[in-house]
Structure formats: C-alpha cells, structure tokens
C-alpha cells in the first residue's frame, strides 16, 4: 500500500481548508495603498502569492469572504459572518460565503461501513443495510471480489474465507493478512510461505521482501531502501535541518538526514518540495516534512494504532485505510485527531507562520475545527463532510 495511495484517501480525498486570511498588522497610518505597495514589491522578487486579513478601509459585500487583487498578487480575506457558512475558494478569484454542500455518499459504502438506508450501499458488493452497517457476503460464500466479502473474510479462491492471523502464513498480499497486518512476501507462487507481520513492527535494518518508492508500512519509522541485494527498514530519516526547514525556491527538492548503515550512506530527496507558506509576507517558503520528522511519526503512531485497534477489523479487507470506513468505525475522538495529524503533515509547508485570522476565515468545519476540537468526545457526523470540503478548499489554492 503506498503513502501516495494514503495520501488521496486521506487526506485524499484530502484534504485541506487552510486558505486565506493571513493578516498583516496594519499600524496607525498605514493604508490599503499602502499594503497593496508593499506587496507588490514582494511579488517583483516571489511568486508566493500574499494572503492577508481584510484591512479596514476596504469595502467587502455582504457574503465576500476573499477578495483577490491580481496587480499585488494578493488575498485580502475575513471569516463569514455566519456560521453556519462556510467560504468556498478558488484559486484568483474572489469567493463568497455559502451553505457546505454535504458529500453525496449514495451507493458508495462498502461491507462494515455506515449506512442509512440500502441505497448509501454500492449494489455491486453489499446485499443490504442492515442495523446501520452495509452487509455483504458471509463465509464460504461464492465471490469475485474481496470487496464483496464480509470484514474479516477476503475472496480467495472464489470463496469468502478468513484472513490470516498476524505471525500465521498465507498470503500473497496485505488484504490476505487480518487489517493490521501487511504480507512479506517470500515465495510468489507458495501462498502458505508467506508471513502475515503486524503493521509498524519491523525495526531499522531488518529485512523485508516490498520497498514501494521507499515507504512500508511494516516498517517503523516507514522508510525503507535497497542493501545488499534485499529491501531493509531504515533508521528514523529527518529533515536535514530544524522544522519547518525554510527553503528558497518553489518546487525544489528537499533532503533528507541520512542513515550510515549504508554504504555509501542513505537519504532521501523529495522532488519539488519547496511550497509557499500562506503569509502576509508573501516570501516564506518550506519544505515537506519526511516521514521521520515528529508531526509525521505523530501522525504515523495514530494511523498505526487505528490499524492495531479491534475496530479496523470492522472494515473490508480492502477497505481498511479508507476514510469512510475509519469515519464509519471509530469513535470521533480518535477520527478526527488522526484527520487532524494528517491535515497537518500534509499542508505542513502550507501552515507556517500563518496568523489565527486566517484560520479561522476557512471555515469552522475546517482545518481550525480539526486543531482546536480534534479531543473532543461529542460524537455527531459533521467531521467526514468537513474533511471533505477542507480537501477541496485547500486544493484550489495551492
């Protein structure tokens, strides 16, 4: 399973309302004209665009919550007034404040994940809602896809049969293992050779037998990289420097430290890293976090006690990264702090240095909800229609 693949459910679906409003402090005698000077001589030397609060001399309509200068390469924006809206963002343009549009989840949930009626079930894999929850095919059922079967069970065989334990053999992949556990794979012809290993257990250095772009979840600091002729997990890589680690150009590459158990010595780059920050000042730029840097092993730690809880083995074997079926199965406490680590890891360049007003001009079913609400325990089902709509927001700006 790829990070990439994480990412677009996650997030990926991802992610993020982290938008505008990144205020600039206006003193006594300072002006619109004059915030509209000193940004464009920020643009003559950035293509970072600004983002800052409204000033106060500057005429807003009712429902506008940004408002895009073009000739200062500048949002000027403000929270929506009311709350029950939220404000929907394009990418230079001036946006308004409106009612969020709930996700439309009709014939999309899948066997072990919530339902209202049979209708919110996909047709082509469940056969009913039944108490809330999408059923699909039972034990020994005749199948065609792991999708069909029951939580618990993956097709195999054109049968609905039990995954195998963590420490058991039996697989060819990680939807063959229970959800907490991936496949190494030894033997690509004896499914009864292969090792079902708990997610997030394999140290630094020991062998595993799948490295996907240098990411495995079986590994415990997520890294991994070619020694000797066999994939290994590596040590707990970093950003080469103190985060957020300040870069100078959009779209550079980023490095990482390095591990000296190899030789020569093991790091990794990430092509075009370097993103503008959402500032005032229009010239701060940072570089993504590598999986070793603490917000991501934070957000890591999260992911993988979802994986080890009992309550991903409520999810399809195909199902168990998915945001619908996290949402669906664990209690929102716990939803939504892990939304909220992967929000952050992700638009981590993003978020630097940004001002509460911005913030909190999103919307409050965004990125702030996420931040200030993301230990509470009230259970309601708001936060997947957000995470939603924060996906969208962010992606229109960046």
Known sequence: MSLNSMKKYFLLTFLIALFQCFGINLQIGNSYEWALEKSSEIVEITTCPIYTCKPENVSFTEDTCVLWDEASNSYFCRPCTDSSKMCTNSSKQNSTCSLPIPPDRTGQSYPGEKCYSSDDCDPTVTLSCTKGVCKGLSANKACSSM???????????????????????????????????????????????????????????????????????????????????????????????????????????????????????????????CECAFTASGNELYCNLFYGDDPYMTYFKKLLEWLHSSDVKKCNAGRRLDNWCIHSNWDKKNYDTLTYYQVNVNYYPFIQKTESCVLNSLCEEGYWMYRENYNKDDDNDDSSAAFLALSILISELV
């Open 147 to 273: 999708f069909s079967c029951n939580p618990g069970l993956i097709c195999n065989s054109n049968k609905c049969q039990p995954q195998t334990k963590v420490g058991s053999k039996g697989c060819f992949t990680d939807y063959d293992c229970e959800n907490g556990a991936g496949c190494n794979v030894t033997d690509n012809l004896n499914f009864n050779a292969n090792l079902c290993i708990k997610y997030g257990t394999v140290h630094p250095h020991e062998i595993i037998t799948s490295c996907s772009n240098n990411f495995s979840l079986l590994c415990e600091y997520a890294y991994c990289a070619e020694h000797n002729d066999v994939f290994v997990c590596t040590n707990q890589l970093k950003s080469a420097g103190s985060i957020p680690l300040a870069c100078t150009t959009k779209g550079a590459s980023c490095t990482s430290t390095s591990d000296d158990y190899f030789d020569p010595p093991f790091s990794i780059t990430n092509e075009n890293s």
